[in-house]
């Protein structure tokens, strides 16, 4: 059934692409939303299942060899995500058919957009990492395709090429630790390795494999200092941002951290990255979140901001599953469930704001803070929601933001009562530092809706009139919004369904350990702290005239953002350099580099394994007829430098080629010959057909030093090949691998090992061959495709 669950989008994708000229544009998208429509209420119906902490499985066979298996689980963990992923989904779906332009490729979007949603929920619910790698890659590259959406705009295609090598690269560092945790375990299951990571931490494997899934993680959710795709990214549609950006991909980073965390929690270096990674990311995405002007990217500062919130939770959290914890467990169990609180409420709210963002740019045409203003008026609807949605992630009362935000504090200020770690000591810095990025989040939680909403209307010529949206634009983050009031008054139904399995998932007796939500605690230090927030935070944003133009005193060059642009361009003139240095047309050159790679390659080899050894005690014999053919390919080969026209030099290599193919009829592989007869009289005749047009024969005329090179090279390329021709008998120093091929018919069916190398052993290599040539071949058909039509108007870098 899950197998069903995660390939529906993509059958439904294939079918959009495949009949997509058959059907109207407007209904593409309404079969496409059937799609997640149908899911969540698939997901939903398990709900009962899974909150009795029960779990769905799934497992078909793929490569049994290695253990690696389409397994897929649904637990407490994975259902929260997929609820997301379908229920967000959804609502972005419906959000998008009044969206998007009639101009817009319908069919492209819907394709790639289902292509995500199929990626996002095989990485949830793989149990296999190599399958979950698989997934998790397949989302930077659709997520690739949905930033690009409007490629002729060269902002987009430079936000989605940072996206895809920062999310790739951390893929890659990923998969390296994937395979360290087979190395460690046996094993491919997560299941597996989770229940034996802890025991083995002395393992020297442990801790670089531990690293390498960090960063797998930190680049996905937008973690300092690989924050810097998620602003560029917002040059996607609205949509693809409400989906990518608030409640799916960039969770996708979370998602592993907390899958994890049962492996790898209760050490301390897990602890403190985390810890210290996230509040950095909270306190940097939320400084810079108050100094944008583009509202799409305050939000994507905030999305970081909110990130690094919620990782920090499941870094302190993490302590949870150290042993020496004792009663404290409790305390610490509290951050892992409050950062799935916030994960749900950040949803939300933040899918509620982008949409409302999108229909402020729909709307009026443009989100530049510096040309909006007084919008309450013309979009009452859109306002009401903004204010929602803004209160909640300030963390203000009403609204689910305000729970989690209290409850984060909580956690942050339980590190100072730490028992382990030595987090008593500093744990003063990390309450300060998550109080003044709580005030900042505060800071641009009040620019979104009053700089927009409220203040004197700025009617600018250049945009539209402002009107309200659409009942359909307005439909989904309506029910977002529903959701934020909803859940600050019921709480505790999402914690009784939802919460409390995915918690048991991570930590023994987690749901035991779940709290109880309280909109109101008491007066205590977390209230004082948010009074602080309020009132500090009201007062900086009516001084905001005065303190942000100190931003502008920040160097501008000294970002992760200018390193990474520098970075990327120097490797540009590096392979631009290297490149014509080597691709210089001339064919003797690319003969040059292709034997002395090989030369030096080989004898390094042998340097480093160290020298072969041959024998000349038992040569076999040679007839007469081998040693008069030798001699004649060698003197053919000779007379091929001396020739003085082409056709002369063309018959002597017809020569070498044919000479071949009766070397090959003496020992007795007619299949060879033939091969070799027919592949040789092609080449001979197509080089006659073709003689007419060639150029003008010219004999090279080289200095004496560039003819002393080449014949070194060349003897020294005889030398190499003579050596190992000689050195194949009677070599002993690795073990043959013939002896594989001895079991050709049992592995292939084949008696004959050659036809079985061909067609069985090498054919999955020459399917990947086919398949480079076939996607090759999809990128020239595409390029013609866009071509630019006579008399059009340039679409590219608008």
């Known amino acids: ?184 375990t046996d094993s491919f299951s997560l299941r597996t390795i989770l229940s034996e990571l802890p025991q083995m931490t002395d393992h020297a494997l442990f801790y670089p494999a531990m690293g390498l899934i960090l960063i797998g993680a930190f680049t996905k959710s937008a973690q300092f200092p690989f924050h810097i795709w998620l602003p560029d990214a917002m040059e996607a549609p609205t949509p693809v941002s409400a989906y990518l950006h608030s409640a799916t991909m960039v969770k996708a980073g979370i998602y592993l951290i907390a899958r994890f965390t049962p492996g790898f929690g209760g050490d301390i270096y897990w602890f403190w990255v985390i810890t210290i990674i996230g509040l950095i990311t909270l306190f940097w995405g939320s400084f810079n979140a108050v100094r944008q002007n583009d509202l799409k990217a305050l939000l994507a500062f905030s999305t970081i901001s909110q990130l690094g919130l919620i990782m920090t939770l499941l870094g302190i959290g993490s302590a949870s599953l150290n042993s020496e914890i004792g009663e404290a467990k409790a305390l610490y169990t509290f951050a892992l469930f409050t950062a799935l609180f916030h994960l749900v409420n950040h949803s939300t709210f933040k899918g509620a704001l982008f949409m409302v963002v999108g229909i ?22 859109t306002f009401a929601l903004a204010i929602i949605g803004s209160f909640a992630m300030a963390g203000l009362p009403f609204f689910n933001g305000f729970l989690s935000k209290e409850m984060f504090l909580t956690a942050v200020l339980s590190i100072r009562d730490l028992p382990i770690y030595g ?37 600018d010529e250049e945009y539209k009139r402002p009107q309200e949206a659409s009942i359909g634009m307005l439909i989904s983050p309506s029910i977002l919004a529903s959701f934020v009031i909803g859940l600050f008054f019921f709480p505790n139904i999402l914690s009784e369904y ?37 009132l500090l935070g009201s007062l900086a944003y009516l001084l905001l005239k005065k303190w942000r133009p100190y931003y502008q005193y920040i160097p501008s060059n000294w970002s992760f953002n200018t390193l990474f642009r520098n970075t990327l361009t120097g490797y540009e003139r590096l392979g631009e350099r290297v490149t014509t240095r080597y691709m210089n047309g001339n064919l003797p ?27 000349m005690d038992s040569p076999s014999s040679i007839t007469v007829y081998e040693g008069l053919l030798a001699v004649a390919m060698a003197a053919a080969a000779i007379a091929i430098l001396f020739a003085q026209s082409r056709l002369t030099a063309i018959l002597l290599n017809g020569v070498l080629g044919f000479s071949i193919a009766i070397f090959f009829v003496f020992f007795r592989a007619p299949d060879l010959a033939l091969t070799q007869l027919v592949i040789e009289a092609v080449t001979t005749v197509l080089f006659l057909v073709c003689f007419n047009y060639l150029p003008e024969w010219k004999v090279e005329k080289l200095s004496l030093t560039k003819k002393v090179r080449n014949g070194l090279i060349a003897a020294f390329g005889g030398l190499t090949v003579t050596i190992i021709g000689l050195a194949v008998n009677n070599y002993s120093k690795f073990d043959t691998i013939s002896t594989y091929y001895e079991d050709s018919y049992e592995l292939a069916g084949g008696r004959n090992i050659v036809n079985a190398i061909l067609g069985d052993f090498r054919a999955f290599d020459t399917m990947l061959e086919g398949l480079v040539l076939f996607i090759a071949g999809i990128g020239v058909f595409t390029l013609i495709r866009m071509r630019q039509k006579k008399g059009a108007e340039p679409r590219e870098n608008q």
């Open 498 to 534: 939802l919460l409390k399995p995915a918690l048991e998932v991570l930590v023994v007796d987690g749901a035991a350990l779940a709290p109880k939500i309280y909109a109101w605690h008491g007066f205590n230090t977390e209230l004082l702290l948010t009074a602080g927030i309020v």
């Open 423 to 459: 987090g008593a000591q500093i744990g003063w810095l990390i309450v300060l530092v998550a109080w003044v990025a709580s005030l900042f989040t505060f800071v641009y939680s009040m620019i979104l809706v009053f700089r927009t909403f409220t203040g004197r209307p700025i009617i």
């Open 360 to 381: 402020v740019d729909h709307q009026v045409g443009t989100r530049d803070l510096r040309r909006l203003g007084g919008l309450m008026r013309f979009l009452p609807i």
């Open 589 to 615: 050159s690319y003969f040059l580099y292709i034997f002395s790679f090989f030369i030096i390659a080989t004898w390094t080899g042998w340097f480093l394994v160290g020298p072969i050894s041959f024998s």
């Open 1 to 184: 059934m899950l197998f069903f669950y995660i390939f529906f989008p993509l059958l439904v994708a294939v079918g959009i692409t495949l009949f997509s000229t058959k059907v109207r544009r407007d209904v593409l998208g309404w079969i496409a939303f059937a799609v997640p429509v149908i899911l969540f209420a698939l997901f939903a119906w398990h709900i009962p299942t899974i909150a009795s902490f029960g779990a769905m499985e799934t497992t078909f066979s793929w490569i049994p060899t290695y253990g690696i298996d389409l397994t897929f689980i649904l637990d407490g963990l994975s259902l929260i995500f997929v609820l997301l992923i379908t229920g967000v989904g959804a609502l972005v779906i419906l959000y998008s058919i009044f969206y998007l332009s009639l101009t817009d490729s319908f069919a492209h979007f819907y394709t790639y957009l289902l292509l995500f949603m199929t990626a996002m929920l095989g990485v949830v619910l793989s149990d296999s990492i190599i399958v979950l790698y698989v997934f998790w890659e397949l989302t930077s590259i659709s997520s690739f395709l949905l930033i690009a959406f409007w490629f002729h705009r060269k902002n987009s295609r430079n936000g989605a090429i940072k996206s895809l090598l920062i999310t790739m690269a951390g893929g890659f560092a990923m998969l390296a630790g994937f395979l360290m945790l087979h190395v460690i």
